[in-house]
């Protein structure tokens, strides 16, 4: 699978899974889940992150490509500059380090 160009960059923070995190790594090259703009909101947008190897619980990882799958939102994350990855409870953030001027390709 190509990757494609992301709509920000932003640096991951998976929570350790004593306080919530995930209970293991997230898979190999990319990983999906919801991103709310507050620890407590009721809309969530579906976002795929791109990286090199997987995130561990615990683990912050840096300059990691977001991909929004509905970009309607992403204005509101780009503001935002952090928001919260959902996985059935929050397990993570992340920190928009730069978005990224031109428009990505198809997820």
């Known amino acids: 699978m190509k990757t494609p160009l992301p709509h920000l960059i932003v640096d991951v923070t998976l929570y350790p899974t004593d306080v919530g995190g995930r209970r293991s790594p997230t898979r190999a090259k990319w990983f999906i889940c919801p991103c709310k703009l507050t620890k407590n909101a009721d809309i969530a947008w ?62």
């Not at 991909?67 to 928001?83: E, I, M």
């Open 46 to 107: 579906d976002c795929r992150l791109y990286y090199d190897a997987p995130i561990a619980p615990g683990e912050t990882r840096r300059g990691v490509g977001a991909v929004f799958l509905s970009k309607d939102g992403l204005p509101l994350f780009r503001q935002a500059g952090r928001f919260y990855l959902w996985d059935g409870r929050i397990i993570g953030e992340a920190t928009v380090v730069e978005p990224t001027p031109l428009e990505p390709g198809p997820a």
